[in-house]
């Protein structure tokens, strides 16, 4: 991605493409080179790092058009892609946790320093009505597995008893995007605060997004992967009885959020760690607090 893609809104990028039809491909390709002989002309050594931490950071930070973003690869929750060489291929797991087994899966949590979250909630179809349902699913994933916890009839207490300590453990790091409303939702039904937190809305606004990328977008900029969309699978019934279990594709669809959080999250340190000392005084601050920032320069 580039400085001239990133100028760009997407609905300019769309008029480009339907007046030069054929040719928008080679117009794109054309503006790449010129930039690119552009950086080859006014770099040196004294100011390369500042100007290839300009480029990461834009590209990271562009949003990538429909057109782009249907020719990448789907992310895959069963193992794991394009994040780094350290976390590369290793496998990835499923479990919707039930009483039985919700002791293995909380300590299994409480292990880690960092874990992804999100939670679903049944749809409304009333229209202008806001959503107000209670949480039907959270979802919190460590780098290889991903815990399902339905929130229903006899799993409530348990599964909010084991939960609180985990989600208002200060050392914890919850990962997630757009999580506000999780936030309030889960302190409304569960009564629990959650503490240690870092939506990868606000660390994408310190590298410069001007507003709100989502999941998708940072996942295309950030890991090169699609995460596939599905109104009907989004809108389906999260709220079934325990005697229903949850499709195939809604088990999918709620672990991938969860996972890509996490992958997100080590895919933007791996990129941006050697520019640290570029890195504006807000987002060094913000991840010394959460003691994120020894462990990554160190390395």
């Given at each position: 991605?580039?400085?001239?893609?990133?100028?760009?809104?997407?609905?300019?990028?769309?008029?480009?493409?339907?007046?030069?039809?054929?040719?928008?491909?080679?117009?794109?390709?054309?503006?790449?080179?010129?930039?690119?002989?552009?950086?080859?002309?006014i770099t040196t050594a004294e100011?390369?790092?500042?100007?290839?931490?300009?480029?990461?950071?834009?590209?990271?930070?562009?949003?990538?058009?429909?057109?782009?973003?249907?020719?990448?690869?789907?992310?895959?929750?069963?193992?794991?892609?394009?994040?780094?060489?350290?976390?590369?291929?290793?496998?990835?797991?499923?479990?919707?946790?039930?009483?039985?087994?919700?002791?293995?899966?909380?300590?299994?949590?409480?292990?880690?320093?960092?874990?992804?979250?999100?939670?679903?909630?049944?749809?409304?179809?009333?229209?202008?009505?806001?959503?107000?349902?209670?949480?039907?699913?959270?979802?919190?994933?460590?780098?290889?597995?991903?815990?399902?916890?339905?929130?229903?009839?006899?799993?409530?207490?348990?599964?909010?008893?084991?939960?609180?300590?985990?989600?208002?453990?200060?050392?914890?790091?919850?990962?997630?995007?757009?999580?506000?409303?999780?936030?309030?939702?889960?302190?409304?039904?569960?009564?629990i605060a959650m503490s240690a937190i870092l939506d990868l809305n606000?660390?994408?606004?310190?590298?410069?997004?001007?507003?709100?990328?989502?999941?998708?977008?940072?996942?295309?900029?950030?890991?090169?992967?699609?995460?596939?969309?599905?109104?009907?699978?989004?809108?389906?019934?999260?709220?079934?009885?325990?005697?229903?279990?949850?499709?195939?594709?809604?088990?999918?669809?709620?672990?991938?959020?969860?996972?890509?959080?996490?992958?997100?999250?080590?895919?933007?340190?791996?990129?941006?760690?050697?520019?640290?000392?570029?890195?504006?005084?807000?987002?060094?601050?913000?991840?010394?607090?959460?003691?994120?920032?020894?462990?990554?320069?160190?390395?």
């Open positions: 991605m580039s400085l001239f893609n990133f100028g760009l809104s997407a609905d300019k990028s769309a008029v480009i493409y339907r007046e030069l039809g054929k040719d928008a491909e080679a117009f794109f390709k054309a503006m790449q080179a010129a930039e690119t002989a552009f950086f080859s002309e100011n390369k790092q500042k100007l290839d931490w300009l480029q990461l950071r834009t590209a990271l930070i562009t949003r990538i058009d429909d057109r782009h973003l249907s020719k990448l690869a789907d992310f895959n929750v069963e193992q794991i892609q394009h994040v780094s060489p350290k976390f590369n291929g290793q496998p990835r797991q499923i479990t919707v946790v039930t009483l039985d087994s919700l002791p293995s899966a909380i300590a299994d949590i409480n292990g880690q320093a960092w874990i992804g979250f999100d939670t679903e909630t049944a749809a409304t179809f009333e229209k202008g009505r806001r959503n107000t349902n209670p949480i039907s699913l959270i979802q919190i994933a460590t780098v290889t597995h991903c815990y399902l916890f339905r929130m229903q009839a006899e799993n409530i207490a348990a599964f909010s008893a084991a939960l609180a300590p985990v989600l208002s453990n200060e050392q914890t790091l919850k990962v997630g995007i757009g999580l506000r409303s999780d936030i309030n939702a889960i302190k409304r039904d569960f009564n606000w660390l994408m606004n310190q590298l410069g997004a001007p507003k709100q990328l989502g999941t998708q977008q940072m996942t295309a900029t950030v890991l090169r992967l699609k995460v596939p969309k599905s109104k009907k699978v989004t809108l389906s019934n999260w709220a079934k009885p325990l005697s229903e279990p949850l499709s195939e594709l809604q088990l999918q669809y709620a672990a991938a959020d969860a996972f890509v959080a996490l992958d997100i999250l080590h895919g933007t340190l791996a990129q941006i760690i050697d520019y640290s000392e570029l890195w504006p005084k807000s987002l060094l601050q913000r991840l010394l607090e959460l003691n994120m920032v020894e462990k990554e320069v160190t390395k």
